[in-house]
T-cell receptor, first 110, second 114 residues
Framework: TQLLEQSPQFLSIQEGENLTVYCNSSSVFSSLQWYRQEPGEGPVLLVTVVTGGEVKKLKRLTFQFGDARKDSSLHITAAQPGDTGLYLCADPSRTYKYIFGTGTRLKVLA | GAGVSQSPSNKVTEKGKDVELRCDPISGHTALYWYRQRLGQGLEFLIYFQGNSAPDKSGLPSDRFSAERTGESVSTLTIQRTQQEDSAVYLC????????????FGPGTRLLVL
């Protein structure tokens, strides 16, 4: 059974700082998705990466897919309080039976 | 257009009672999913509906859990004889079709079993 481990579990930083969170798999991903879940809301898809070594940028967020397709990272530059939330990675390769990681809970302090 | 809606947003119940959770998917979405999210954990797949096909119930944790969907619209998740370990956020999502399409999530129902 594939496991998705995310680290760190919790992260509290000051506004303006940079941060990186990680998602690691016990097996190779065919593709990987990152979601953000704000308090009291459902997860919202941020990005899908499909190619080993791929880098995608979404404003201040940079997503990287490892060359070996077993890991991914999300880097946030100059974090803002609005970035606060739970960041989840997911493997959508089993069509509808997504496997979600346990998440990184980020708090950005003003 | 309107997103996925769920009701109630919060539910507190006593151990042993039955609860019914409702999900209204995005209009036109044929696929509907239910997930459970325990405190501090990721999402756990429960059940998947796709059009008129038989649902995939393989994620339901026990026979106390059941779900129905009326055509391609509303779905209800029923938990009978609730237990304290059923306390969690129950999330519903829908997608235009199955097979890896982007899933759009509702805000969830927070269930607390006392």
């Amino acid at each position: 059974t594939q496991l998705l481990e995310q680290s760190p579990q919790f992260l509290s930083i000051q506004e303006g700082e940079n941060l990186t969170v990680y998602c690691n798999s016990s097996s190779v991903f065919s593709s990987l998705q990152w979601y953000r879940q704000e308090p009291g809301e459902g997860p919202v898809l941020l990005v899908t990466v499909v190619t080993g070594g791929e880098v995608k940028k979404l404003k201040r967020l940079t997503f990287q897919f490892g060359d070996a397709r077993k890991d991914s990272s999300l880097h946030i530059t100059a974090a803002q309080p609005g970035d606060t939330g739970l960041y989840l990675c997911a493997d959508p390769s089993r069509t509808y039976k997504y496997i979600f990681g346990t998440g990184t809970r980020l708090k950005v302090l003003a | 257009g309107a997103g996925v809606s769920q009701s109630p947003s919060n539910k507190v119940t006593e151990k042993g009672k039955d609860v019914e959770l409702r999900c209204d998917p995005i209009s036109g979405h044929t696929a509907l999913y239910w997930y459970r999210q325990r405190l501090g954990q990721g999402l756990e797949f429960l059940i998947y509906f796709q059009g008129n096909s038989a649902p995939d119930k393989s994620g339901l944790p026990s026979d106390r859990f059941s779900a129905e969907r009326t055509g391609e619209s509303v779905s209800t998740l029923t938990i009978q004889r609730t237990q304290q370990e059923d306390s969690a956020v129950y999330l519903c999502a829908s997608s235009f079709s199955g097979g890896g399409e982007t899933q759009y999530f509702g805000p969830g129902t927070r269930l607390l079993v006392l």
